[in-house]
Each structure stands twice: as structure tokens, then as C-alpha cells.
């Protein structure tokens, strides 16, 4: 397993899947308002759709404090790039892992593993790549 680099050129055979997590959420919901808290996570998403779409990506949300984004062909630059703008527009900071792979499981499983790593403070990075 290589970590640390990005997909060099999108091809049929592969996928590379960014898992993007919001930071201190569950902290959020102890001092705010649940309804609050929600309606930021779907102002991050709007904003996730927006941003990685300029990088011929999609974003998805897949609940609590998750999205997923397909994005064959977004380096790490672009992914922080994306990060940095919903960070500037909307004051929240933003984890996230990319997977890659022959399949989107196994793509998805790597991005999970590796936000795991920047969750328990493992990553050097706020942003891991691995792939298989």
C-alpha cells in the first residue's frame, strides 16, 4: 500500500474516493442548537457540491458529519484548495482521506481508514492519501 501520493491520471480503471469529515461537530451539539447544527452541515455540503465540482468532482453527504466525493484526478492541492474555501466561507474547518483503487469499495475503504488515522491524531497531514 503506498500512502502519500495522489492519482497521477484518471483512468477506467480506477477510482479514487475523498471521505471529508467537519470538524468538532459533536462539540457543536453540545453548545448549539441541533436544527443549528444541521443546517450548517447542509450549508458544507452545498458548498463541498460546489467547490469540488470545479475539479470535475461529486460530493455527496452520507450523514452525521460525512461526505464522500468522487474525485478521479483532484490532488492533494486541489482537495486542500476545497477545504480552504468552505473553511473561508463558512468558518468550519474541514478533515478528510482519499481512497483509491480498482472499485469504489475498495476506494471507500481505504479513505475510511485513513480519516481514521487523522481523527485519532496518527496523520501527519489533515489530509491522507492511500491507495491500493
Do not use: C
Not at 470535475?56 to 453527504?61: E, N, S, T
Amino acid at each position: 500500500m503506498l500512502v502519500g501520493q495522489g492519482v497521477e491520471a484518471p483512468d477506467e480503471d480506477w477510482v479514487q474516493i475523498a471521505h471529508i469529515d467537519v470538524d468538532q461537530v459533536t462539540s457543536m451539539t453540545d453548545t448549539e442548537p441541533v436544527y443549528d447544527t444541521y443546517v450548517l452541515l447542509q450549508r458544507v455540503y452545498l458548498s463541498l457540491v460546489s467547490a469540488i465540482l470545479k475539479h470535475g468532482g461529486l460530493a455527496f453527504y452520507t450523514g452525521g458529519d460525512n461526505f464522500m466525493a468522487l474525485s478521479n484526478g483532484i490532488d492533494e492541492k486541489e482537495l486542500q484548495a476545497v477545504i480552504d474555501e468552505v473553511q473561508r466561507t463558512l468558518g468550519v474547518g474541514l478533515k478528510a482521506s482519499v481512497g483509491g483503487g480498482a472499485t469504489a469499495e475498495v476506494a471507500a475503504k481505504l479513505a475510511a481508514r485513513g480519516l481514521l488515522e487523522v481523527r485519532e491524531n496518527r496523520a501527519a497531514k489533515r489530509i491522507v492519501f492511500k491507495v491500493n
